[in-house]
């Protein structure tokens, strides 16, 4: 879909750029917005090279298993059929700690590969299980305590105070997490009692 509406926002803005006579402004538009973009990748990539490495190290060393230690009781409500010592577990914990730390982009690499491990265990390939359901909501929420992707775009972007996000986003994710789990919890009792 995304496809066909873009080639058409660019087609309607040229003509009607023709049409008002403003076909110069596109022009220096598409080269600021071309430089602007090289520069927010190399601002981008710097964070995230940063923060991917801290998880990369973080995974190796104790400081996963003492945040797990301090997720582990609401992790258990959440994901009560997981074991807390499983591959899965430690995979999906360290996507949460990710996205918890505002690192979408080093995030989604860690959920694939707890979703594929989750896939490997689930006996019908077809279908979500309940833990697979609650993982993706809390990834698509995105629950963050520090939205770092977002602080980086404001500052490069020469924000007077970038780090003012942090409280609606804070606002905005918790909402999103509470209503996806109250859902998730909801449809699941639903589905065992058609079961019955």
Not at 63 to 92: G, H, Q, T
Not at 157 to 174: E, G, Q, R
Not at 184 to 196: A, H, T
Request: charged share 15%.
């Amino acid at each position: 879909m995304l496809n066909s509406i873009w080639p058409i926002f660019i087609i309607v803005s040229i003509a009607f750029a023709m049409v008002t006579g403003n076909i110069d402004k596109i022009n220096s538009s598409i080269f600021e917005s071309a430089s602007t973009a090289v520069e927010l990748t190399i601002t981008m990539l710097g964070t995230m090279c940063l923060w991917s490495g801290i998880m990369e190290v973080a995974a190796n060393t104790s400081i996963i298993d003492k945040i797990l230690k301090l997720l582990r009781p609401i992790l258990k409500r959440l994901f009560p059929k997981v074991e807390k010592d499983s591959k899965e577990y430690k995979e999906m914990c360290m996507n949460i700690v990710a996205n918890l730390l505002g690192l979408g982009n080093a995030a989604t690499p860690l959920g694939l590969k707890a979703m594929q491990t989750l896939q490997q265990k689930n006996n019908n390939k077809k279908a979500l299980t309940d833990t697979m359901a609650m993982f993706i909501v809390l990834n698509t929420a995105s629950l963050q305590i520090i939205p770092t992707t977002v602080i980086s775009i404001r500052a490069s972007l020469n924000s007077t105070d970038p780090t003012k996000i942090i409280v609606p986003v804070w606002i905005a994710t918790i909402s999103a997490a509470v209503a996806g789990i109250s859902a998730i919890k909801i449809f699941s009792k639903i589905e065992e009692k058609k079961k019955l």
